[in-house]
C-alpha cells in the first residue's frame, strides 16, 4: 500500500507491511503524544474533522493528533440538516466539503457512506466509523497495543495467545481486530462468549485459513488460562433472545481481581475498546482491576493518538520531517496531583 | 472603500474599485489556497465564528480561509439559549463577545441583526448571512466566478451575457449578484422563470438603469441561448400558489447535458449557489452535467475560500504582507485516487 | 499554593499571595489581550475544552485566552451521551480524555463533578463552574476588576467599600467574591437585598471574622452611598415565595443613571457578572447607564481574557517565558466605526 495521497477507508487494505509501516511511524510520535517534544511539521494544514454521528472521543483523539502535528482542526458535528433536506447528494457534498482542507476524517452512521464521499473527495480520507462496517483506526490502535504491551516481554504478535471475550458476534471491534491478527502467524485465538453471541463463521474460518489455532467456549476461566492478552468487550443484554437467556449469563463473562488472579498467568494484559460499563452489577470489566498495571485500556485508547498521528503523517507524507521541525516542550509537564 | 478595520454589511457598500480591490486580493490568495505554498501572515490573530444559524459549509469556508492566512477561529453553532433567555440584548452579546476576538463572521436569522451586532462591536464584523437580507460574500463569491471563468477566454465582466434560472422572485443570491453587476457596464441579462417567480421590478429597473439589458421569459431553451454564463437556482414547489401552477412548470427549468447542447454555445458555464437538489425528478442541475468541464459549481465553492482569505486579508490590512510570511507546502498534495 | 502542575478547582485553595500572583500575571497579560504584541510561549500545547452544560461566553472566552497564548484547542460542547448511557463512570472518562491535551477546562452541570474528574485526570484540570458550586475564574475576574478600577485612583483591595446588590441569598458569584474579599483588609460591605434573598449567614460571619464591616439592608439608596463599587445582581422572580412579594420589590434593586446621580459617589464603578435583563421593567442595571465611563462591566468580561491567560501560564509555567517568545501585532487593531 502507498500511503501517500491514499484514503484509509477499510482495514482490508492492509497487508502485513502496511502494518508494521504504520506502527514504526506510530512508534516514533511517541516523545510528540507524550509531550517530551513538539513538531510543527504539518503547520499550515487543515484536517476537516466530519462527524456526522457523535463520537466525542474518536473526534477529539484525531484533531489532538493533527493539533500535535502541528495542523489546524475544523470541526463539524452532527448533521448538514439544510443542505440533505433540499437533496444534495453525499457526492456534492463532497466535492465541497473536500475543498476547504487537506485532508478529512469523517464518520457516518450509515454503512458505505465514507467511502462514497471518498470516490467525491478531492483530498484524502480516513474512515472514522461508518455505521457496523469498519472503523479502521479502532482496530489499528488494538493491535498496536498489543504489540506495544508485547514488546516490554520481547514478545511479537507472531506466536500470541489472546482471548476475546464478551458478545463477538454483534461486536465489530473483534471481527476487525481478527482480520487484522490473520495477516500475522501461529496465533492461538480464545473466543469466549454465550452460545447465542458467538463469534461468526466466517470470522473463525479466515482465522483458520491464516493458520491460527482457534478455541471456542463458553467458560471464562478456561478462555482466559494461558494467555498473553484478554480482550473484553461489553455484551448488551437486548441481544439475546430472551429475559432467561440474558440471566443465564449474566455476571459469566465478568473479569475482576479475583478471577483474574484465579485463572490469568500473571501479567495477562487486559484489554477493552471502552467504554465499559461501571455500573452496579452491569461490569465487564470490574473497576477493582484498576490498580493492576496490566489493565491496559487507558493505554490503549492513548495510543490512539499515535496511530492516528501515524496516519496523517503516512497519509500526508510528512514521516521523514518529522524530526527537522521538532523543538523541546517549554511548558510544565509534571504534576502535583 | 477603506476596508482596513472596516465591517462588510452589505454589498451596497461596495463600488467597482472595492470590488476590484477585492478580486485582485483574492486572486494573489490562489497558491495558498490551491497548497502551492501556505501563509502564517495572521498568526496569533483570532476570528469570532458566531453562527446562531446553522450553515455548514459557510462556516468552515470561512473558517478554512482564515486558517489559511495562520489565524485561529473560535466558534459558536447554535443559539446563545442562557443569555438571550435571561434578557440579554443584541448589544451587551456584541459588546462581550468582540472582546474574545480580532474580527468577528456572523450568521444570525433575523434580518438586520448582523448589523446591530457590528454596530456594538469593537473589533470588524463580516455578515456571513441576516435571514433573508444579506450574505455578501456568497454574492462576491458568484462574481469572482464569473470573472474568473471569462478571464480564460480574454473576457471581463463588461459585455457579460448571463441568463439567470429559476425561482428569481425569493432567491437571494440572484437579487445580490444584480445588484453587483450593475457596477459594471454593457451587460445583457436573461431572466427566465415561471410568470409566478419573476425578478422583482426594482431590481430589474436598477439593471435597465445601469444601461443593461434585460430579457424576462419563462423559456429556458431561449433564455440561455447566447450567453456566457447560466445561473441556476432552485424552485422550491411551495412557493408557488397552487399545485397545478407547480405541475405546469415542472421541469421547465431545468438544465440537463441535452438541453445544454441543444440551445448553448459551446462552453457556455454553468453556475449554482448550492446545494443542488440530486434527487430524482426534482434537479435543478441534472448530474448528467457532472462531467461537463463548464460545469462551475464546485470551482464557485473553492473562489468562497478565495474571496473569504481577501475580505479577512483587506479588513486587517495585511494584504501586502503575505508574501514576507510565505513557505512552500512540505505535505504530499498529489492523490492516488 | 504552587501553580506549576496543579488544579485550579476551588477559591478556597488561594491565600492572598496566590491571588495577588494572579492578578500580577494577569497585569502582564494586557499587552497580548489588547493585540499590541502577541505570544506564541504555548505553541503546541492543546487545551481540552469540555462544556458538558453551555456556557458560550466562559467557553470562548477560556478558549480565546489559550490561543492568545499560542496554543491550540479542540471543545467539546454538550454531554457525550454514548459513553454516559453505556454506564462509563466519570473515572473512566477522566482518564481517556485527558490523554487528548495538555490542560483541561472543565464545565459541568453537577456539583463536585470537576473535581471528580480531577481525580482521575492527568494533566491539571480547571473548573469553568460545576453547578452552584464554584467558579472560581469568575470570581477571581470580579476581584481582578475591582482591583483595576480601584488602581487608576492609587487605591488597592484594602480598605475597599462595596455593595453587593440583587439576590445575595442564590448568586454564585457574590458568595465566592465575598470569599476572596475575607483574603484582604479593612473592607466596609453594603448587602443591599430583599429579606428573602439576604446573604447566607456563614457568608456574612465569614467577612466579619477577617475584620470585615458588614451592613445588611433592603433599601438600594443607603447601600450605594459612600461606597467604591456597586456589584448588582438580578433577582429571578421565581425566588420569591409568592407573587405578592415578588411585587413588593419590583424594581427597588434597579439602578439608572438617575438612581445613581443621586445617591453614588462620582467615579462608584458599577459592576455585574452578566448577562444583564435588558428588557423593558425587568431591568437590574439601565441602559442608561450605557454611557457612564464608570459602568465597567465590559472591563469585567474583557478581564476574564487576562485572569485566564495568567490560570494557564501558570499552571503550565511559561509565565516568565511570555516576553522571550513575543512579536508586534503586523494586522491592523484601527477601527472605523
Redo the contacts between chains.
Sequence with gaps: M?F????ILSISQFERADVEQLFTVADAMRPYAH?RR?????????L?SMFFE????TR??F??AF??L?G?????TGF????IA????L???A???S????IVVMRHPENGSVAEF??A????VINGGDGTNEHPSQALLDLYTIRSELAGRERDIDGLRIAMVGDLCFGRTVHSLSKLLSLFADLRVSLVSPEALKMPAEVVDNLQAAGHQVLETDALEQGIADVDIVYST?IQEERFASREEADLYRGRFRLNQSVYTANCEPNTVIMHP??????EG?RELD?DL?DNPNLAI?RQ??NG?LVRMAMFAL????AD?ISEHD?P?????????
Design positions: 502507498q501517500a495521497g491514499s484514503h509531550r513538539r513538531t510543527c511539521v504539518l503547520d499550515g494544514a487543515i476537516g457523535p463520537s466525542t472521543r477529539i483523539s484533531g489532538s493539533n500535535l502541528g489546524e482542526v475544523r470541526e463539524t448538514e440538516h439544510s443542505a433540499k437533496g444534495e447528494s457526492w456534492d457534498t466535492r465541497v466539503l475543498g476547504y482542507s487537506d471518498a470516490a473527495s478531492r483530498v484524502p461489553r471502552l467504554p465499559r460499563d461501571s455500573r452491569a473497576i484498576n487507558f485508547s492513548d493518538v497519509l500526508l507524507d510528512v520531517q523543538a516542550v517549554n511548558w510544565c509537564t509534571e504534576r502535583r496531583f
